[in-house]
């Protein structure tokens, strides 16, 4: 369905713009990691 599909991006997106805006570069990876492994299990 790609509008699920958008609407999963667009809530990726805004919790890495959430990430960027409060946190590390190294807890925006492993969030970043911790997600892409969800994804792919």
Not at 14 to 27: I, P, R, V
Request: avoid cysteine.
């Amino acid at each position: 369905d790609p509008a699920a599909a958008a609407r999963l991006l667009g809530a990726a997106l805004t919790e890495e713009l959430d990430l960027l805006s409060g946190k590390s570069a190294k807890a925006l990876i492993a969030a970043r990691e911790e997600r892409f492994l969800g994804i792919g299990g």
